[in-house]
């Protein structure tokens, strides 16, 4: 039986809660969920488009297969209760233990204290924008609310350390490596916890170690990774995991979070010398892309002039009220949703009014489709952005355009159809008001690096 060990570092504050939000304990279950995740990330792609090209068949049969085909292959790996697959446990058993165990910091306490090493100089409020829900806007974490509809929450520390063993059993050689690669992407690009997805909870692999056990004989362990130490390493490596060429099946065909086509991940142009510097100017310039920022201060958002890249819908909101007749009059398509729909929903305007944008049922929340992470290169650390792009929502039985009815407020149905350039604008640094003014991920190159992939 083959043991692989994986030691991560906690770039940034990690809140992972049980049902109560309290960071208590180290939880296997989130770890092992998080490797799920990964594993489809990379794999479910190829699974998918060889299943689709072996089923005979109508589109919606051949996708029905190829989903089939990949939950069958995530069960030989992660167990499952059942279903169009035998029911079985996990072929891979997970220990997770502290080797460095970080402070925990509780409700009231300043969010900056758990990042371990202070900022050099005064921060934009990009903390607190990727941090909602987890940060009051004085910077503590997030309190108890009067009426308790709000739970206090509570995080791991930035800068601790923990070993999980994975104890794989039944697996294969070919198994062994696909778990290995998702070990690898995991812990450059993932996190653990509540708010993982903007960045909190980061997490770093500084080495992988394998070794062979037969019954209580143990191998000394063997280092068969290590973590780069320079950005054109870390690229590599991500390149080197990530192929988009191993299937030519569009992102934005795939139901599910999944790298294809047309995904790209991004890395911030210049590192910083401390985490909470780059979460805080990662959340800083997303804020700038998507607000107009209020005229009492003259729009000014952080010391810098909000980009104001939606007018239209600006204008719309401001001047009709989500009065969603009157939207021609400001050059917003009528048969599309507010541009920003394309980042998230629901997207609220004034929600102490009610007025938000939202979707009808099931469709009333969506993940946003970009992804933040920083990462820990060296001593330097790094905002990243990971766009996979795949389908944002579902489409409808009759309509091929992949458009779905989504009410705004009360004033009815309206069609949606996602738009990817609002996402690539924010990449770019190419908006329809602007060209590359504020580009903050690198470029050079200039065009996503994965492309290069295969080449």
Known sequence: MKVITGTFEIVTPMFLGGADHQATTLRAS?????????WRALHAAKIIADAEDETLGNAEEKRRKGLEALHAREVELSGGPGGNVAARQSAVLVRANWEEKPPLFTAGRPIA????????????????????GLISLNGNIQSASDDGKVPAKSCFGARGRFVVEFACRRLTDQQICEFKRTLEIMGLLGGLGSRKRRGWGSLALERIEVETVNGRDRCTPEVIWSAPQTVEAWRGEVRKLVDLKSTQRKADD??????ALGSSVRIWKEGFDTAIEAIDALGHGYHLFRAWGAS??????GGKPAEQNFKAEHDWYVDDGLDYAKRGRHRLPRNQMPPRANL????????KKGK????DAPFGRRASPLMFHIAKIGKKYFPVAIHMGNLFLPETE??????????????????FEPNRSVVEGYLTGVTKKQSANHRYFDADPAENFLDEAGS
């Open 356 to 359: 938000v944008v939202d979707a």
């Open 344 to 351: 998230g929903l629901p997207l609220p305007y004034d929600a």
């Open 296 to 301: 009492f201060n003259g729009h000014m958002i």
């Open 398 to 415: 009759t309509d091929q355009a992949k458009s779905v009815k989504i009410s705004i407020c009360r004033e009815g149905d309206q069609e």
């Open 113 to 132: 204290d758990a990042f371990g090493l202070k900022p050099s100089g005064v921060l934009s409020g990009g903390v607190n924008y990727l941090g909602y």
């Open 30 to 38: 989130s770890i092992k969920a998080e490797l799920v995740f990964w």
């Open 254 to 259: 795939l139901p599910l979070s999944a790298f």
